[in-house]
């Protein structure tokens, strides 16, 4: 039974926002080569683009927002990729307005064809409590550089090696490769492993793009159809996501862009639902 005690533990100390827009992102699948925007560079087939969501539980139709965005950086070649996930409303007021922040520095690499992270910072904000970590790509010296800013202010550096011919993509860069084709195209029916660097014990996940026939006995049962042309399914540790068996599942338009998508059965909340609000193109 979900009190108010353990309402307000959720909200301060797991949001499902970082999980959830990391599955409409990374579960992109990867664009067929005969789309025309396959011709440009990764980069230039991202740069201005912004993808706003909305979250919610049970009846609760908005307890979060999130907002995913892709542009170049002064430097040429680099690029940076953010998504800020917030609770709203009354959520927002008991949770002391939690905002999550993370930001990845990429560059383009293999002649435009794809894109590899340098740096990748995650900023939680609960009231005026600051918890930072930075992890920096050094692959020149085969680096992975962890930097830990605690709540108390105290710093935390670790160093590890990059194994030989490994590319260690968080999960914004994932995100773009994968809906570029670095991955792979989509084809239904297939399965894509998707690697990012090593978190709670695993270096990569599974996307799966349904068969026609099951895509079309789930569309059936939806209420609004439009643009759900894809059926996919995302397969996490089940620690990442708080539920029952690590399942996402969601809808993707013809164009790829993710539609909506549902983490079954998180721990206390049940399923927990999202969906794309706005598509802006800078």
């Not at 087939?45 to 965005?69: D, H, P």
């Not at 009231?127 to 010296?141: A, E, I, M, P, S």
């Amino acid at each position: 039974m979900i009190n108010r005690r353990s309402f307000i533990k959720w909200l301060t100390g797991f949001s499902i926002l970082p999980v959830f827009p990391f599955f409409l992102t990374e579960s992109e699948a990867a664009l067929p080569p005969q789309i025309e925007e396959k011709r440009r560079s990764i980069a230039e087939s991202f740069k201005g683009e912004e993808l706003v969501y909305e979250i919610g539980f049970w009846i609760f139709n908005r307890v979060a927002s999130g907002r995913l965005s892709f542009k170049a950086l002064d430097k040429k070649g680099l690029y940076m990729a953010s998504l800020q996930a917030e609770t709203t409303g009354l959520a927002g007021w008991i949770s002391r307005y939690r905002m999550d922040t993370y930001r990845s520095v990429m560059e383009e690499v293999d002649g435009g064809k794809r894109l590899r992270s340098l740096s990748f910072e995650e900023e939680i904000r609960i009231g005026n409590k600051l918890r930072q970590k930075t992890h920096l790509f050094d692959y020149q010296r085969r680096l992975w550089i962890k930097i830990n800013k605690k709540k108390d202010g105290t710093i935390e550096r670790l160093e590890e090696e990059i194994p030989p011919g490994m590319i260690y993509d968080d999960f914004l860069t994932a995100s773009y490769n994968f809906r570029y084709g670095v991955y792979g195209e989509i084809v239904r029916g297939r399965n894509y492993t998707i690697p990012t660097f090593p978190r709670k014990g695993s270096s990569s996940y599974e996307v799966r793009i349904a068969p026609k026939e099951e895509e079309e006995k789930r569309r059936r049962k939806e209420k609004n159809k439009e643009s759900k042309d894809f059926f996919i399914k995302l397969f996490l540790d089940p620690e990442i996501t708080h539920s029952k068996d690590g399942l996402i599942e969601g809808w993707l338009s013809k164009e790829l862009y993710p539609i909506e998508g549902m983490i079954r059965d998180v721990v206390l909340f049940g399923d927990v639902r999202g969906r794309l609000i706005n598509n802006n193109r800078a």
